[in-house]
Every structure is written in C-alpha cells, then in structure tokens.
C-alpha cells in the first residue's frame, strides 16, 4: 500500500470511531432524558400544594398540572378544569394527584 493509502484508512477509521462515540452520548442522553421523566414519586407532600393546570382534565379524564416544579398526571375532583388554571392538591393516589380550582386568593372552590 502506497503512504497516502494507509493515511487514509487510519482516517476512515477515526472518523467511524468519532461517529460511533457521537452516536453513543446521543442515545445515552436519550435515555437520560426519558428516564428522569418518571423517576419523581408521588408523595403525600403535595398534598396542599398550589399549581396550575397544563392540560384539560376532569373526573374521568387525566390531565397535565405543574406542581412543585414539575410535571403531574392528575384527575380533578369536581367538575373540569381548564389549561391555565390554578389548583390545589387534594390528595394523592398511586400514579396521579387529585386537584380541585382554586381562586386567585387560594380558597378551594368546590362549586365546579
């Protein structure tokens, strides 16, 4: 092999080697990021907690609520809730919150 053919397999080969790296950081924060979504458990210090709704939900529909700086599934107890809305944790089941509206002032508003 001539001195420019060798200098180019070494080449082919660092560049499979680069590729193999890039593509091996890209799934594992890949993984990372899908990971951390479902690692916060559900705990009864939520219970109080005040967050707005992110998307619809009601009794028998789950939504989406930002409480505590993330995320939640949740059902409301009464009635349905709007994207925008604030609520309060009522309680907490196995893998959801229950929320119920409350009003600006932070008073749970049962009447929905």
């Known amino acids: 092999m ?5 200098i180019s ?3 082919n080969y660092g560049v ?3 590729l193999l790296a890039a593509l091996g950081i890209a799934v594992w924060m890949f993984m ?3 990971s951390i979504k479902g ?3 559900v705990t009864d210090d939520l219970i109080g907690q005040i967050g707005s709704v992110k998307k619809d939900c009601s009794p028998h529909q789950r939504g989406k ?6 995320y939640w599934d949740a059902i ?3 009635g349905s809730l709007r994207v925008g809305e604030d609520i309060k944790v009522i309680r907490v089941e196995e893998k959801f919150l229950v929320v119920a509206k409350v009003d600006l002032i932070g008073n749970q508003d049962n009447k929905s």
């Open 9 to 11: 397999s070494w080449i």
């Open 2 to 6: 001539s001195f420019w053919m060798q």
């Open 39 to 41: 690692n916060y458990p």
């Open 32 to 34: 990372q990021y899908f």
């Open 65 to 70: 609520v930002y409480v505590a700086g993330a």
């Open 76 to 78: 409301c107890e009464h």
């Open 16 to 18: 499979t080697i680069i």
